[in-house]
């Protein structure tokens, strides 16, 4: 019983940190396109970095990209990337 007790902690984990990422990332998005303030190379690298984070989060604890990234390849062609 208590290995089940540890997965569900570990998932509950998960999506706590995934949920905090999103809204770090949130807020500096806000305030970079709605506050009269200039974002710094180590803001906007900080930045990138969460957002890499969250799409390793994504493919590896969420399964939600496929392990041939093909979506990650659509995606980032979407971005011009």
């Known amino acids: 019983m208590d290995e089940l ?3 569900s902690d ?12 999103i809204k770090d990332l949130k807020n500096w998005r806000i305030k970079g396109d709605y506050d009269n303030v200039a974002i710094t190379i180590d803001q906007s690298r900080k930045a ?11 493919k590896n604890t969420f399964k939600v990209w ?4 093909t979506s990650m390849t659509n995606y980032r ?3 011009g990337s």
């Open 5 to 7: 007790k540890n997965k």
């Open 10 to 21: 570990i998932k509950k984990q998960d999506y706590s940190d995934f949920a905090r990422k």
């Open 48 to 58: 990138v970095g969460l957002a890499d984070e969250l799409r390793k989060q994504l």
């Open 66 to 69: 496929g392990h041939n990234n």
């Open 77 to 79: 062609n979407c971005l």
